[in-house]
């Protein structure tokens, strides 16, 4: 219990974090430049690193082989149908208006691969999602394609909070997805620990930073529909981390509740 009231201080702090962001971009951020008109930009910096260290805390809090993340999860099931809908709309629109025809491809594949996570999580047998490896090198490759992109096209200067933001956002994404694999792939590792870190980081990266910013943006008329449904479909994944870390919090698969072990014990 006090395990999953501290995740939800952790997630309290990432809706913090965003409010801050939105306050930040709307009055203290010229959005065009991506420069800041107000304070150091160090401070942005520190409360990114402060998000990363409480995702580490998170991460250290986990089981090393949570059982909800192993076996039939009803909520990370959600969460996956959520982000194959979100990324496949993404890749949908990137693909009729000719925004990039690889990474429409790589994000219609991350969709699917996505809803068969959400298919095995929600399977009546309870067994981890038995997914390939090239079906999960596939699902995944439009992270690595995603942080090279933008590392290329936006990345000029660390003074440009925003355009830094996307690529840390897009590595993020990155993370979590490689611990995913390695969780689904082979269960029997001590693997919830990293999970938890890496689930948090995207959630805080992703979701409560990188979403205000593109709303923001694209409120403002600086840029267009497609980047701000990209962002929204890194934001779902963050909440997939976020479900991660959280259930990874529970006991391992070979543990048992107290009250069960008690009463093997008196009998």
């Not at 090198?137 to 090279?148: E, M, P, R, Y």
């Not at 897009?170 to 590792?189: D, E, G, I, K, M």
Request: with cysteine; charged share 10%; aromatic share 10%.
């Amino acid at each position: 219990m006090m395990k999953l009231f501290a995740g939800v201080l952790l997630l309290a702090a990432g809706v913090l974090a965003s409010v801050a962001r939105w306050l930040d971009l709307v009055n203290f951020t010229d959005l065009q430049t991506g420069f800041v008109t107000a304070g150091s930009v160090w401070v942005r910096y520190a409360v990114l690193l402060l998000l990363v260290l409480l995702a580490a805390l998170g991460g250290r809090m986990a089981a090393a082989r949570p059982h909800r993340v192993e076996r039939r999860a009803v909520l990370l099931a959600l969460l996956a149908f959520a982000g194959c809908a979100a990324f496949a709309v993404a890749g949908g629109l990137q693909l009729v208006s000719g925004g990039g025809a690889l990474a429409a491809l790589l994000s219609l594949i991350t969709g699917w691969w996505l809803a068969s996570l959400g298919i095995a999580w929600i399977s009546k047998k309870g067994n981890a999602p038995a997914l390939g490896v090239g079906s999960a090198i596939a699902g995944t490759a439009l992270f690595f394609v995603l942080t090279l992109q933008r590392f290329v096209q936006n990345y000029s200067s660390y003074h440009r909070v925003g355009p830094a933001l996307s690529v840390f956002s897009a590595l993020a994404a990155l993370w979590f997805a490689a611990a995913l694999v390695r969780s689904t792939l082979f269960p029997q590792t001590d693997n919830g620990q990293r999970l938890a870190f890496a689930g948090l980081t995207a959630f805080y990266l992703c979701t409560c930073l990188e979403l205000p910013q593109a709303l923001c943006l694209w409120l403002a008329g600086q840029t267009t529909l497609v980047p701000l449904l990209q962002s929204g479909a890194l934001a779902v994944l963050g909440l997939l981390g976020a479900g991660c870390a959280l259930t990874a919090f529970g006991r391992q698969p070979d543990e048992q509740p107290v009250e069960q072990t008690g009463a093997k014990r008196a009998e």
